[in-house]
């Protein structure tokens, strides 16, 4: 498949991420589904504007970007699920973002009432390499999330370390 065929696949995949709301996916596809696929139209971009795509690399993007695609649309009816009830003021979007003291309270009782979910979630926390004090995170005043200048990776480790001392209501640094 040459350069010609990629463009035409970026623009495809391009406009469906515009029909499943752009930026802000609506609920009707999984905005992790959406999210991936337009990581992948950016990468893809980049290399070939840049005239650093090989053959077996435009093979590679007209891999991925068909099967996210795929699965993109296989999503469609997607519905988040609810673990907590939902209140005005919730403000729950992500750990890396908007969390109440709330939120934190709220998971912290489902946790001492011994909810199967939000006990393996915190072992899966806990056990994460990314949640150690030892790990190396620094402030980040924006997010970027693929291509150049990516820093998506120090934010999810500083969310991370963040839920889990939150979590045993510990300071930053301060021994389990």
Known sequence: MRVGAVILLVEECRAFVSSAGGDSPSTTYAPNAIAELQDEISIAEEEIVAGRASQWLIDQYVAALTQLLAHAK????YQPKRVFEVT?????????????QQDIDRAKQLLADG???????W???CANEYAQASVATWPTPTVVRGGTGQNYMNCARGAAMAAREQGAGRERGESP
Do not use: E
């Open 74 to 77: 296989a999503t469609s009816g």
């Open 88 to 100: 005005g003021d919730h403000g729950f979007v992500h750990l890396g973002g908007i969390v109440s």
């Open 115 to 121: 909810d199967p979910r939000i006990k393996q979630a």
């Open 123 to 125: 072992n899966i926390l």
